[in-house]
């Protein structure tokens, strides 16, 4: 059964920590999306990789990274550095360029 | 870069009437322009989408329009179902086709 699987649903960070968010593919896409959405907002881009070993910032991208040593993996830590890291976090792919995105269940990120 | 406005944010409809949602784009380039459904806590879904060679697209009750000129186009559902019911984004492709730009979202209430 093909999809995206984000992981964990719920994730709590205390003050100072980083925290890394899981996203899995097996689609075989190329492209892959992280979304910031806050409650009643959008969809903010944060970063996305158009091929392994490659990524870019999107329109967010201070106080987060990521990393795509794999095709079907693009983990996203959250830093100390990002000081309102609480939201709802979507993950997509897609084949790339002018395609749909498929999204992910999503992460409900909160601090303690 | 690109810049999606959607009207209205919010809209209430009595159950089988017709709701309209309206974007609009800066980028006369962009050429492909999804729809997405979401529903509270839950991932956006892929409803409907439309290519720049087209003028309108239909899919049962859910229809889209595209007005090339005008660098609008607009969501159309028919006979509204409180299943309808969610928070709809439109988007268009930028940054030369590698990522989407959303609108900031219409909250439809179908009321019974």
């Known amino acids: 059964d093909g999809g995206i699987t984000q992981s964990p649903k719920y994730l709590f960070r205390k003050e100072g920590q980083n925290v890394t968010l899981s996203c899995e593919q097996n689609l075989n896409h190329d492209a892959m999306y992280w979304y910031r959405q806050d409650p009643g907002q959008g969809l903010r881009l944060i970063y996305y990789?158009?091929?392994?070993?490659?990524?870019q910032k999107g329109d967010i991208a201070e106080g987060y990274s990521v990393s795509r040593e794999k095709k079907e993996s693009f983990p996203l830590t959250v830093t100390s550095a990002q000081k309102n890291p609480t939201a709802f976090y979507l993950c997509?792919?897609?084949?790339?360029?002018?395609?749909?995105?498929?999204f992910g269940d999503g992460t409900r990120l909160s601090i303690l | 870069g690109e810049n999606v406005e959607q009207h209205p944010s919010t809209l209430s409809v009595q159950e089988g009437d017709s709701a309209v949602i309206k974007c609009t784009y800066s980028d006369s380039a962009s050429n492909y322009f999804p729809w997405y459904k979401q529903e509270l806590g839950k991932r956006p879904q892929l409803i409907i989408d439309i290519r720049s060679n087209v003028g309108e697209k239909k899919d049962q009750r859910i229809a889209v329009t595209l007005n090339k000129t005008a660098k609008h186009f607009s969501l159309h559902i028919t006979e509204t179902q409180p299943e309808d019911s969610a928070v709809y984004f439109c988007a268009a492709i930028g940054n030369y086709g590698q990522n989407f730009v959303f609108g900031p979202g219409t909250r439809l209430s179908v009321l019974p």
């Open positions: 997509a792919s897609s084949i790339g360029g002018a395609k749909p995105q498929h």
């Open positions: 990789s158009q091929i392994v070993n490659d990524f």
